[in-house]
């Protein structure tokens, strides 16, 4: 692997770190009233992600599990990691995507969220194939991506995830997705 792969995954695993030695103590629940429930609570760490499965030409696969904090019962910010597969059936070759983000969520409304990411990924050089022998083989696209999504509670621990965002640094030809905008589906715990 390259050093690039490296340096991004040394400096998640810091933001992580980081992140983890600064969990204030839980809330508490005064004893005043009856009509306090004790169990509302904030889950301070969330764990969810995507899952995605594409049956066709290519043929995809892209697994993105994430942890998030949350700072209050509105906003939570978080990393994940990337990893794309990819089966192209007609030109007979594989790929394959790695990469990490960091991202905060606004959720002004239970089940509406608005959503700022920072992404990179390790895609293939379209440039080594036919260029000079000195290109990198490997390269990094560094993708800030800005979108609103809607959260659905499916049972009392689950909750499925929608959202679409939108990629400000899209480059045809570099970018292993297909157009600038990102649907995403997946879940949180």
């Not at 050093?3 to 629940?29: A, D, H, I, K, N």
């Not at 990469?99 to 895609?123: C, M, S």
Request: hydrophobic share 40%; proline share 10%; net charge positive.
């Amino acid at each position: 692997m390259e050093r690039p792969f490296y340096t991004v995954l040394f400096f998640c695993l810091l933001l992580s770190m980081s992140l983890s030695g600064q969990v204030p103590p839980p809330p508490t629940v005064s004893s005043g009233g009856g009509t306090q429930n004790p169990h509302n609570k904030i889950k301070r760490w969330q764990f969810g992600g995507n899952l995605s499965l594409f049956l066709g030409d290519p043929l995809l696969l892209d697994v993105s599990p994430t942890v998030a904090y949350n700072i209050s019962q509105k906003f939570r910010t978080g990393v994940g990691a990337n990893y794309r597969y990819s089966v192209f059936k007609t030109k007979d070759s594989t790929t394959q995507v790695l990469g990490a983000n960091t991202f905060i969520h606004f959720q002004p409304l239970p089940w509406f969220f608005v959503i700022g990411e920072y992404e990179g990924v390790n895609v293939p050089n379209p440039a080594w194939a036919s260029g000079p022998e000195s290109a990198p083989k490997r390269i990094w696209q560094l993708s800030p991506l800005l979108g609103a999504g809607l959260r659905v509670r499916l049972l009392r621990l689950l909750q499925l995830n929608i959202s679409l965002l939108r990629d400000f640094n899209y480059q045809p030809g570099i970018s292993p997705y297909p157009n600038p905008w990102r649907f995403r589906m997946g879940f949180s715990l």
